[in-house]
């Protein structure tokens, strides 16, 4: 779905705060370490993990979405993109020091992700998982309810604008449990999370709250490139984003302001092996 428009995706999606890549530096992140970033999209955060990691090694779903991070990396030579998908690319077993997945993950089925992705680690490697979770913040709180009405007007299936408060995410997210728990708390879930325990130790969670500013143009690219908007049909995708627009430049002049919570849950692989069931 997102490879249909590689560049709108690149232009809209909002990136990661510097704090969340120096906490990975802090737990062993550093040049020599070698990475394996699943679903790496059009390269937002790869090039955060460049500058702070050694081999880069990009995992992309999308051919078109590969073929914008490959030219928007092309100074960062550490970085390799390539084509396919996590769950049956030929990739080596117990190489790399991190997994590492921004807003990703969560389309891979869980049963045999977590397992995969301990294989793929040495012995003291680490996963870390990342996303950006919308929170209550910023100028677009005020718009809620006139572009509720129009979701459910124009768009219905797409269901409320609603946004939980940063300081609940982030409580959500540090209840405890293993990684895979802790992130079908914070990113969306398609399936229950399975007991990772014996595979993953205890996670470390971090969040980092942080607020962007668009213009209505990107604004409206935003809102565009995320995947309930994009299921839509073209034509009603461009009226009801329209409309929004409208409001944006009435009730707020053209400028808003939006909120994120960035989160990290970072887990170290037990040193006990994996059994081949669980490695897919």
Same mark, same amino acid.
């Given at each position: ?12 999606? @909002? ?81 790399? &020091? ?24 040495? @012995? ?11 929170? &209550? ?30 300081? &609940? ?112």
């Amino acid at each position: 779905m997102f490879d249909t428009d590689a560049l709108g995706y690149d232009r809209a999606r @909002p990136g990661y705060p510097d704090a969340l890549f120096e906490d990975l530096r802090s737990r062993g992140l550093d040049p020599g370490c070698s990475v394996l970033e699943v679903g790496c999209g059009t390269g937002q955060a790869t090039r955060d993990l460049a500058r702070v990691a050694g081999e880069v090694t990009g995992i992309e779903l999308g051919a078109e979405l590969a073929a914008v991070a490959r030219k928007n990396l092309l100074d960062c030579p550490n970085v390799r993109v390539v084509v396919g998908a996590f769950e049956d690319m030929r990739v080596p077993t117990n190489h790399f &020091d991190l997994l590492f997945s921004a807003t990703a993950f969560h389309w891979i089925d869980p049963e045999l992700a977590f397992g995969r992705a301990a294989s793929l680690l040495v @012995p003291s490697g680490w996963l870390a998982l990342v996303t950006n979770v919308h929170v &209550d913040g910023g100028t677009h709180a005020s718009i809620h309810a006139e572009v509720t009405a129009l979701q459910e007007a124009m768009a219905p299936e797409l269901g409320e604008w609603t946004f939980r408060t940063a300081p &609940d995410v982030a409580s959500e997210a540090r209840r405890g449990g293993d990684i895979a728990h802790v992130w079908a708390r914070v990113e969306r879930s398609f399936h229950p999370p399975p007991d990772v325990a014996a595979v993953f130790g205890p996670p470390y969670v971090g969040t980092y709250e942080w607020t962007a500013t668009y213009d209505t143009a990107m604004f409206l690219a935003m809102l565009g490139s995320q995947s309930a908007y994009l299921a839509l049909d073209p034509g009603r995708r461009a009226r009801l984003l329209q409309a929004v627009g409208d409001v944006v430049e009435r009730r707020l002049g053209g400028v808003v302001t939006k909120t994120y919570l960035a989160v990290l849950a970072a887990a170290p692989v037990r040193a006990s092996p994996v059994p081949p069931s669980a490695t897919g």
